[in-house]
Nanobody
Framework: VRLVESGGGLVQAGGSLTLSCKAS????????MAWFRQARETEREFVAA????????IYADSVKGRFVIFRDNAENMVDLRMFSLKPEDTAVYYC??????????????????WGQGTQVTVSS
């Protein structure tokens, strides 16, 4: 399964941006999906996850109330809608999919497939 992210870019603090992740195969609909991010010289961190059905979501405390993860299984896509962006949200954002479980999970070890990443830069 190949995952391709899009939608990154430069935005001012307080602005919004939507990232999209397109999966190459229909079996995507049985996978839990997530977004992670990695800022320069930091460890990769969990951002948000969604179960196979879309019924369960988990968010990192740092983005709760500002980001929304959404999936469209008919289109094999998962979006990360980001609002009220802050400079500390600046990072490369990665889409991930798990063939191990359909439940939302925060650990990167659960996720089998990863996209190439898309840069998000928030200016102050």
């Amino acid at each position: 399964v190949r995952l391709v992210e899009s939608g990154g870019g430069l935005v001012q603090a307080g602005g919004s941006l939507t990232l999209s992740c397109k999966a190459s195969e229909r079996i995507f609909s049985s996978y839990s999906m997530a977004w992670f991010r990695q800022a320069r010289e930091t460890e990769r961190e969990f951002v948000a996850a969604i179960s196979w059905s879309g019924g369960d979501t988990i968010y990192a405390d740092s983005v709760k109330g500002r980001f929304v993860i959404f999936r469209d299984n008919a289109e094999n896509m998962v979006d990360l809608r980001m609002f009220s962006l802050k400079p500390e949200d600046t990072a490369v954002y990665y889409c991930a999919g798990s063939a191990v479980t359909g439940s939302a999970a925060t650990s990167g070890e659960i996720y089998t497939y990863w996209g190439q990443g898309t840069q998000v830069t928030v200016s102050s």
